[in-house]
């Protein structure tokens, strides 16, 4: 369950042993101050805005510090899984499909474009965009669509700090995020399941909620390619495909702008896909999940409405029929 202000768990108590044993090295910088932050040795010895120190790391590492507030007590999903059963249909529509492929996309260079309702439209590198605020580690649940869920410690900030960079307008009311195409190196790109690129969107009030996350790294590391890399979107109270992946444009709109999944079915996926036990897709169910890792036969767990996230995000919905705005 997500629980802001929660009292801080140390990762050594939801964490199995060994993967803790792997990670205590990198914590215990991250919880002395320090960032340590490897980008395959391009970041070395700069100085982040918060003034912290870091220092590159050729191993690709990127640790971020704690965020008691972004905690979830549950257990982390292995690695393995994180990592190896994937939704990337970039790179085929099966869950190794990603893991197989995925070490062709190339991500540097790699500018991402802010345009459209903005004061400050502008490009950012993504060394520059991991040097534009201290990053965080929090820990996420991921709901997908298809009823099974993960446990996962990403690392990055708040969408919202990018944003206001470009000082969006009083007319922008969504923000539109556009996936990177490298038909050489993607092949689900001759698949024609979606007119790509992938796109996703956020109403502006949902894309400025804190809980909203760029993501950079994963488990303490850079993001391997297979979970989005170099950057991503992780919004927890949404269904998983709301959280597109390799991202190369943002854009502020006033219009509610086209998104992958409603164009391929309207009544299948919504604009809003907020996870609700109570509204079941079409084809099945959303009352309960299989938790990744657990194994087949494990029991299935409820699903919580918001993915447990209620009580942060519920007023942005308030007094709308979401039965009818799925
Ligand atoms: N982003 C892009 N560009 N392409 C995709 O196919 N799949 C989505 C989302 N983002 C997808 C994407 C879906 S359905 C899910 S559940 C999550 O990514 C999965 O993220 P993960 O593989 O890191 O767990």
């Not at 269904?239 to 079915?265: C, D, H, M």
């Not at 767990?301 to 009818?324: I, K």
Request: net charge positive; with cysteine; aromatic share 12%.
């Amino acid at each position: 369950m997500a629980r802001i202000k929660q009292p801080y768990i140390p990762p050594s108590e939801i964490t199995a042993e060994a993967v803790w044993q792997s990670r205590r090295t990198w914590l215990r910088r991250a919880g002395a101050g320090a960032l340590t932050l490897g980008a395959g040795g391009m970041l070395g010895g700069s100085l982040l805005s918060g003034g912290a120190a870091m220092s590159a790391q050729p191993s690709g590492r990127l640790a971020g510090t704690p965020n008691p507030d972004y905690w979830l007590k549950n257990k982390l999903t292995s690695e393995e899984d994180v990592s190896g059963y994937n939704n990337f249909y970039e790179f085929g529509t099966g869950k190794t499909d990603p893991v197989g492929y995925a070490h062709k996309m190339r991500t540097r260079p790699w500018v991402v474009e802010i345009e459209g309702e903005v004061e400050k439209p502008r490009s950012f590198d993504i060394d520059d965009l991991l040097k534009l605020a201290s990053i965080e580690e929090r820990v996420y649940r991921l709901r997908c669509v298809e009823a099974w869920s993960m446990v996962i410690p990403w690392s990055g900030y708040s969408l919202s700090t990018l944003l206001k960079q470009v000082q969006p307008t009083s007319k922008a009311k969504y923000v539109q995020f556009v996936s990177a195409t490298q038909p050489d190196n993607m092949p689900g790109l001759r698949s024609r399941i979606i007119d790509w690129p992938y796109v996703e969107a956020l109403r502006m009030d949902e894309a400025m909620h804190p809980l909203v996350m760029l993501v950079f790294g994963v488990y303490g590391k850079l993001l391997p390619n297979q979970n989005g890399a170099p950057m991503r979107v992780a919004v927890p109270w949404k269904y998983g495909f709301k959280s597109g992946k390799s991202i190369v444009k943002i854009r502020l709109l006033e219009n509610l702008p086209e998104t992958s999944w409603v164009k391929i079915a309207p009544n299948e996926y919504g604009f809003y896909a907020n996870v609700n036990p109570a509204v079941p897709h079409p084809r099945w169910s959303q009352a309960t999940e299989r938790r990744i890792g657990d194994g087949f036969f494990a029991p299935r767990v409820d699903t919580l409405m918001y993915n447990g996230y209620g009580e942060q995000v519920a007023s942005l919905y308030a007094g709308m029929d979401l039965r009818r705005n799925y």
